[in-house]
């Protein structure tokens, strides 16, 4: 729950929002303190500076799992693919993030994320897949954006234009259409052998190959 | 295939003029946006065949 907008706000207050235990010793420029204002260390800080600070968000960062494979396709033709992402299915690894807590939207908890993965469907065809912990909802979010971070390449989704919706093992489960790779909505770098996922995984693919980002190259924000 | 299933609407709580087609299969609840005709009605034909099209669509992909 963020920290109030106005009035007296204690150390102690925002050392549990900043997932301390309350009345327990710590100091203004702890890291896990300084970081709910992305404040550097040593830096000039006042109280009023956590006004409205929040130590959840509405985003994360993905280190993705991936595998890039080719495939027979019509008249013999051979095809590229991939699955790629957090928890990404097929032969890929499931990848991680950055932040394992709710995401929050405008005041509003989503439940955790469990899967941002773009996968092969068809051929010359991906789809983007998400999941959030939680109770069976689809409301809470309007648009989520998925970008790479190294070049800011980004597609956003609309809940209710781009998802099908639906719910069961205890996760809201979204997946768009299967989407033609021409359009480049979720994949970059052509149509064969530089094929690879727009927000996240290997951008220099090897056909094939099974991975994991080695740093977090994707991110998905929810608004 | 498919012949059993139904589904009923609601409007998105956040967006009220967007319609959801919504229906249960084995289970599993879903909800896809329902197709309007010319006048914002929902054309339940059309959307019967959407709501068979994702079904199969969500149960023979393989990730």
């Not at chain 1, 000039?44 to 993705?64: E, L, N």
């Not at chain 1, 509003?108 to 983007?128: C, E, I, M, P, Y």
């Not at chain 1, 021409?182 to 099974?210: I, M």
């Not at chain 2, 295939?1 to 299969?25: G, K, Q, V």
């Amino acid at each position: 729950m963020p920290l109030q907008t106005s009035g007296q706000i204690s150390l102690n207050e925002i050392h549990v929002e900043a997932g301390g235990t309350s009345g327990t010793a710590c100091n203004i420029n702890e890291s896990d303190i300084r970081g709910l204002i992305s404040a550097s260390s040593g830096a000039a800080m006042d109280f009023a500076d956590w006004y409205g600070a929040s130590s959840s968000q509405a985003f994360s960062t993905i280190k993705a799992g991936y595998s890039f494979f080719t495939f027979t396709g019509g008249r013999g033709s051979t095809q590229y693919g991939f699955n790629a992402g957090l928890d990404a299915d097929g032969s890929a690894p499931v990848g991680s993030q950055s932040y394992t807590g709710d995401l929050v939207v405008g005041g509003t908890t989503l439940g955790t994320l469990a899967r941002a993965s773009v996968d092969n469907v068809a051929q010359g065809r991906h789809a983007l897949a998400i999941h959030i912990t939680g109770t069976n909802s689809n409301s809470g979010w309007t648009n989520v954006t998925c970008t790479r971070i190294s070049n800011s390449a980004f597609t956003t989704f609309s809940r209710t234009a781009d998802f099908t919706y639906s719910y069961a093992d205890g996760k809201r489960q979204y997946i768009t259409a299967a989407i033609f790779d021409v359009a480049e909505s979720l994949t970059a770098g052509g149509s064969t052998s530089g094929k690879h996922c727009k927000f996240w995984g290997d951008d220099t693919p090897t056909y094939p190959s099974t991975g994991t980002d080695s740093t977090f190259t994707g991110k998905i924000e929810f608004s | 295939m498919y012949d059993s299933l139904t589904f009923t609407t609601r409007n998105d709580d956040m967006e009220p003029d967007h319609i959801w087609a919504c229906f249960t299969w084995e289970g599993v609840y879903y909800e896809t946006g329902a197709i309007l005709d010319s006048e914002g009605a929902v054309n339940n034909e059309s959307t019967l065949t959407k709501c068979k099209n994702v079904l199969h669509f969500m149960l023979n992909r393989t990730v």
